[in-house]
């Protein structure tokens, strides 16, 4: 079966541009969620859906992220503008109602 | 409020054993322990659950204690794989907002040498 799949794997862009990262979560799970992975700050909880909803993004650093879940099988992270602190491994996880979160390759981001 | 683990790293030898502790400040549903590897995904190992039983998976167990707020992670007979971050990964509650809603750790360096 495949895993939670995540787009891109690496992305180096400009401070200021917009980066949107990607998510394919695995198939029949109803939650999803977005982690950043710092040296500083570990990883830490962004947002987590519930069958497409967002039920807690006090995790978001601030109004330059947002993050949607069109259907049960996308989800997109976004930041704009982007800015060098912002460079961080991004993850998403998905689980079924269940206890075990499974979590994809990570998207690793630099801005510079 | 992110659980506090301990050590912070470890350095075996084959064969040695290890235990690896995770303690918080609130009142725990269930703790998670996964292992991330440099440059990949965080791995799950296994999952405690308030009022279960202290789990196992091949020479990794773990055990949880509700009364404390702590689980602590054991290895035994260390091989070579079990080099990596350790991070458990603690929730509130079981259902609504809180299910899944997991507070990691600050992760535990364990490496083990020939």
């Known amino acids: 079966d495949a895993g939670v799949i995540q787009s891109p794997r690496h992305e180096v862009t400009e401070m200021g541009q917009e980066v949107t990262l990607r998510c394919k979560p695995i198939s029949g799970h109803d939650y999803l969620f977005w982690y950043r992975q710092t040296m500083m700050r570990g990883l830490e909880l962004l947002i987590y859906f519930n069958n497409n909803v967002p039920i807690d993004d006090s995790g978001m650093p601030e109004d330059r992220f947002s993050a949607k879940m069109p259907n049960a099988s996308f989800s997109t992270l976004k930041i704009q503008p982007s800015e060098p602190r912002d460079s961080a491994v991004y993850f998403c996880?998905?689980?079924?109602?269940?206890?075990?979160?499974?979590f994809g390759e990570g998207s690793w981001l630099t801005v510079v | 409020q992110q659980p506090v683990q301990s050590p912070q790293a470890v350095i075996l030898r084959e064969g040695e054993d290890a235990v690896i502790n995770c303690s918080s400040s609130k009142a725990l549903y269930s703790v998670h322990w996964y292992r991330q590897k440099h440059g990949e995904a965080p791995v799950f190992l296994m999952i405690l659950l308030k009022g279960g039983e202290q789990k196992g998976h091949e020479k990794i167990s773990a055990s949880f204690n509700e009364k404390k707020q702590q689980s602590s992670l054991y290895l035994t007979a260390s091989q070579l794989s079990y080099s990596g971050t350790y991070f458990c990964g603690t929730a509130a509650g079981a259902g609504g907002t809180s299910y899944g809603k997991l507070t990691f750790g600050q992760g535990t360096i364990l490496t083990v040498h020939p």
């Open positions: 996880a998905s689980t079924y109602s269940g206890n075990t979160i499974y």
